[in-house]
T-cell receptor, first 113, second 111 residues
Framework: DVKVTQSSRYLVKRTGEKVFLECVQDMDHENMFWYRQDPGLGLRLIYFSYDVKMKEKGDIPEGYSVSREKKERFSLILESASTNQTSMYLC????????????FGEGSWLTVV | EDQVTQSPEALRLQEGESSSLNCSYTVSGLRGLFWYRQDPGKGPEFLFTLYSAGEEKEKERLKATLTKKESFLHITAPKPEDSATYLCAVRGGSTLGRLYFGRGTQLTVWP
């Protein structure tokens, strides 16, 4: 089975803190994604990566950055957390074929106070 | 721009009462339409992928169908454990593998 693991399920951070959300996949997938999910807004793509050290902006990249130094690991970074970044963050991965399925992790609930 | 619209936003069914969820899409060069199930507080769980009009896939009480403009998720004789949010997503021809998601249909099945 595909396994996408997000290291933290629940986090509480203070405004202005630097926050790291880590994600690891065990299926040697080329593509990795970070989404955030908010009530009424659905899933919105923050960043994605189709190869090591490569990244592409999604629909809402402002206030976020990402790092992909190894194929299996994709990190989301909030340089200076703000209360409007309180949300559920979902990591996902897929292989590079055009029709291939994206598999999701369990999510990380981030609260910024 | 690729777009996905799901309806209804919420659906309440009595156990055993069959119904359908709709996913309308606009995409350039469809490379797959995906259905996911999401339970509260958890990540989306993959259900089906459909690639071409006329294609159908089934899993237990669920059947997904696809036309050139929309997909339906048919739920036959649902049970309370089918209660969840069902998400539809599409991948277009020039999107580097990313998916565009609808906002989901929240299904509640009561005994």
């Amino acid at each position: 089975d595909v396994k996408v693991t997000q290291s933290s399920r629940y986090l509480v951070k203070r405004t202005g803190e630097k926050v790291f959300l880590e994600c690891v996949q065990d299926m040697d997938h080329e593509n990795m994604f970070w989404y955030r999910q908010d009530p009424g807004l659905g899933l919105r793509l923050i960043y994605f990566s189709y190869d090591v050290k490569m990244k592409e902006k999604g629909d809402i990249p402002e206030g976020y950055s990402v790092s992909r130094e190894k194929k299996e690991r994709f990190s989301l970074i909030l340089e200076s957390a703000s209360t409007n970044q309180t949300s559920m963050y979902l990591c996902a991965s897929s292989s590079s074929g055009s029709g291939n399925t994206i598999y999701f992790g369990e999510g990380s609930w981030l609260t910024v106070v | 721009e690729d777009q996905v619209t799901q309806s209804p936003e919420a659906l309440r069914l009595q156990e055993g009462e069959s119904s359908s969820l709709n996913c309308s899409y606009t995409v350039s060069g469809l490379r797959g339409l995906f259905w996911y199930r999401q339970d509260p507080g958890k990540g989306p769980e993959f259900l089906f992928t459909l690639y071409s009009a006329g294609e159908e896939k089934e899993k237990e009480r669920l059947k997904a169908t696809l036309t050139k403009k929309e997909s339906f998720l048919h739920i036959t004789a649902p049970k309370p454990e089918d209660s969840a949010t069902y998400l539809c997503a599409v991948r277009g021809g020039s999107t580097l593998g990313r998916l565009y998601f609808g906002r989901g249909t929240q299904l509640t099945v009561w005994p």
